[in-house]
């Protein structure tokens, strides 16, 4: 095996998928932004939830908001529903990790604030329940998949955001992911900063 070779054809692979989504994910993610702002500029949060990498990019997400990204400014309210594991071993233990995030977002989500739902299948039992949650307390949910979006693309309302990686590969629409997340972040930014460059 060339592992030179391979390496290569990773990051081919992940740049043309990337720049292959370009136009169908660039007007998504901006409403995405824009509905994060005005949630930030109300007084409210952004929840984010996820499994395995996406729990990472959920935290990621957090991380960014609540210290910062490339630009000083004052912290912004986020919370990751993946990090408390006394809340969710305990919510696992009593009632099923189906419910893990959703019981968190009926306790601490309020109307008006953002879920960021982070499948790649579409289909994780816990991030369709926590938006189930959502729904059912007026929080508008921005949806991060891929594939097809799966269960979770269904069942997204008017006024939710879908952002569905066109990508199989695990890897390559987690790293479509992480860069959707970065656009959130510096786009938020922005919008707050006044940038105009």
């Given at each position: 095996?060339?592992?030179?070779?391979?390496?290569?054809?990773?990051?081919?692979?992940?740049?043309?998928?990337?720049?292959?989504?370009v136009e169908l994910l660039a007007a998504p993610i901006a409403q995405a932004i824009e509905a994060m702002v005005g949630c930030l500029l109300n007084n409210g949060k952004i929840l984010a939830c996820g499994n395995g990498g996406s729990a990472a990019d959920?935290?990621?997400?957090?991380?960014?908001?609540?210290?910062?990204?490339?630009?000083?400014?004052?912290?912004?309210?986020?919370?990751?529903?993946?990090?408390?594991?006394?809340?969710?071993?305990?919510i696992a233990n009593d009632y099923g990790?189906?419910?893990?995030?959703?019981?968190?977002?009926r306790a601490l989500g309020q109307a008006g604030d953002i879920l960021v739902a982070i499948s790649t299948s579409g289909n994780s039992p816990n991030v369709i329940e926590a938006i189930s949650a959502a729904h059912e307390n007026d929080l508008r949910v921005v949806a991060l998949t891929g594939r097809d979006g799966g269960l979770i693309g269904e069942m997204l309302r008017?006024?939710?955001?879908?952002?569905?990686?066109?990508?199989?590969?695990?890897?390559?629409?987690?790293?479509?992911?992480?860069?959707?997340?970065?656009?959130?972040?510096?786009?938020i930014d922005c919008l707050l900063m006044g940038v105009s460059e």
């Open positions: 095996m060339d592992l030179t070779a391979r390496i290569s054809q990773h990051f081919h692979e992940s740049a043309q998928i990337k720049l292959d989504a959920a935290q990621h997400l957090a991380a960014e908001l609540v210290n910062r990204f490339e630009i000083e400014r004052h912290e912004l309210a986020a919370i990751a529903l993946t990090t408390d594991t006394s809340i969710i071993s305990a990790y189906k419910v893990v995030f959703a019981k968190q977002v008017d006024g939710d955001v879908h952002i569905c990686v066109p990508a199989n590969r695990t890897a390559r629409i987690q790293e479509t992911h992480l860069l959707a997340i970065h656009c959130f972040c510096d786009g």
